[in-house]
């Protein structure tokens, strides 16, 4: 079995090498199975590798943050490319540099082109799945497919240490695909905002369920859950402004379910201090002000709390307490910018009796594998049993509380021929799943900790979703 996890040496090594210039040499096109493989990939997306471009779908105006990655790599001392971003919209001050390589890199941002060039007195290697550039393109609001390719005629080099020399290598491009999803959470269909006519442009709030699947149904979002289930509740932002402050009330005892002591906690969305209270019987409130403007990552997560739900069956929603103040301020305190708040409902549901005459079960395997920058981990795949042709939610169950936690990780799995893969899902260990690369076609998943901060996880990490065969039978997947 392949390791659950390799070393992501190139995380926190520091940029140390000088800039020199190389010779252009033409794109290499015909695909050979030493080559270098260069990926632009949408983070947080799934995506899949359709003919010479990975191809993702996502809501029409969606921001989408990109990722350069390499892997299959050789030894490299310099690249330079130039995207064609001319079909997307892409949002300026956005191109860094990744972690890939131990080097400097310039990066250029010109009308509808992103040049980088990274050159070094070294010889590296990166790691399979490491990052060279990102860089943040908003997709159109009009149906269609909109690709990110290479400019023609510009240089696009992959040096060995000697200048002279080049290695092969393949690019794939990405390909938005608008308009085309299926999933159910678009901002048009919400009713609930705190003006009387949601444009668009607003701020978007969002109460959702960790590790859960969250469909937005009118102003709330919906996920299932089992009788008696505690269940960690991020509440998240995207679209944001300049923001400066806000105030919120959680109202707990109106949604029927039971808060967990002590679990409410401020995220990471913004680097202010934020005061948090929850002595009032079933009411959560916190307040957050600071002298600075700040716009957070979409996605990101202003506070946390866990609650349990009734062993009885049925919907409980946790929303806003009436009348309780709502504020989202810009840096001078007399303005507010505008939002759309969705609150959540926790579906309720019982277990389904699996029992059947024919039954198809997964088995997996555990490994322990080398870390990523310190301590050591367990991961283990779930072992399942369930009906022939159901939908299988497998997770992935990592246990490092004893060593210190980790700053990233790179999984790599296979699966038996007859289980139908349908794709992945992020659980509530880690934070910035937004940025976790999600490769369908080669099946991996890469993380990186924000700033190389190591994290604790203790439960499921990620899930790989299936569709069980209809014949009875054990079916492995495996790292």
């Not at 290499?28 to 030493?34: L, P, S, Y």
């Not at 309720?348 to 920058?373: F, K, N, R, Y």
Request: negative net charge.
């Amino acid at each position: 079995m392949k390791k659950l996890i390799s070393v992501v040496s190139s995380l926190c090594l520091a940029a140390t090498s000088l800039f020199s210039s190389f010779s252009a040499v033409p794109q290499i096109n015909a695909a050979a199975a030493g080559d270098i493989i260069l990926d632009l990939v949408p983070a947080g997306v799934e995506y899949e590798l359709q003919g010479n471009n990975n191809v993702a779908t996502v809501d029409p105006g969606a921001t989408v943050k990109v990722n350069y990655t390499v892997k299959n790599d050789a030894v490299t001392s310099g690249m330079e490319f130039t995207f064609d971003v001319s079909e997307v919209s892409y949002v300026t001050g956005s191109l860094k540099a990744g972690r890939a390589y131990e080097a400097e890199m310039e990066t250029n941002e010109t009308a509808g082109a992103l040049t980088f060039v990274m050159a070094s007195s070294m010889q590296m290697t990166a790691t399979d799945g490491a990052t060279i550039v990102t860089f943040t393109v908003t997709a159109p609001t009009e149906n269609g497919t909109y690709t990110i390719g290479l400019k023609d005629g510009a240089r696009a080099i992959v040096a060995g240490f000697n200048k002279g020399e080049t290695n092969p290598y393949q690019f794939h491009g990405l390909t938005l695909k608008v308009g085309e999803s299926t999933d159910t959470t678009s901002s048009t269909s919400t009713t609930t905002t705190s003006s009387s006519q949601p444009t668009g442009d607003e701020i978007v709030l969002d109460l959702i369920a960790a590790g859960k699947t969250n469909t937005l149904t009118g102003s709330n979002n919906v996920a299932e859950v089992k009788p008696g289930e505690t269940v960690k509740v991020n509440y998240t932002v995207k679209n944001d402004k300049i923001t400066s402050g806000m105030e919120f009330t959680f109202d707990i005892a109106k949604a029927g379910v039971t808060y967990v002591a002590d679990t409410f906690r401020a995220g990471r969305a913004y680097d202010a201090e934020m005061e948090t209270n929850d002595a009032t019987a079933g009411q959560l409130t916190f307040v957050m002000a600071s002298s600075i403007e700040m716009t957070a990552e979409d996605g990101a997560t202003i506070v946390t709390f866990s609650v349990t739900v009734p062993e009885d069956e049925g919907e409980y929603t946790i929303g806003l307490k009436d009348g309780a103040r709502a504020i989202v301020a810009g840096f001078n305190k007399g303005e507010t910018n505008p939002y759309i708040f969705h609150g959540l409902t926790l579906k309720v549901v019982a277990a389904e009796d699996t029992t059947t005459t024919t039954q198809a079960t997964t088995t997996t395997t555990t490994t322990t594998s080398a870390p990523i920058l310190a301590g050591s981990a367990q991961w283990v795949i779930d072992t399942q049993t369930v009906a022939a042709g159901a939908e299988v939610k497998l997770p992935v169950i990592v246990t490092d509380a004893a060593d210190g936690g980790a700053a990233g990780f790179r999984v790599s799995f296979t699966y038996d021929s007859a289980l139908e893969f349908t794709g992945f899902s992020w659980g509530d260990q880690y934070t910035a799943a937004d940025d976790a690369i999600l490769n369908k076609t080669d099946l991996y998943v890469v993380w990186a900790s924000p700033n190389a901060a190591d994290q604790v996880a203790n439960g499921d990490v990620l899930y790989f979703n299936f569709i069980a065969p209809d014949a009875a039978g054990e079916y492995p997947v495996e790292f």
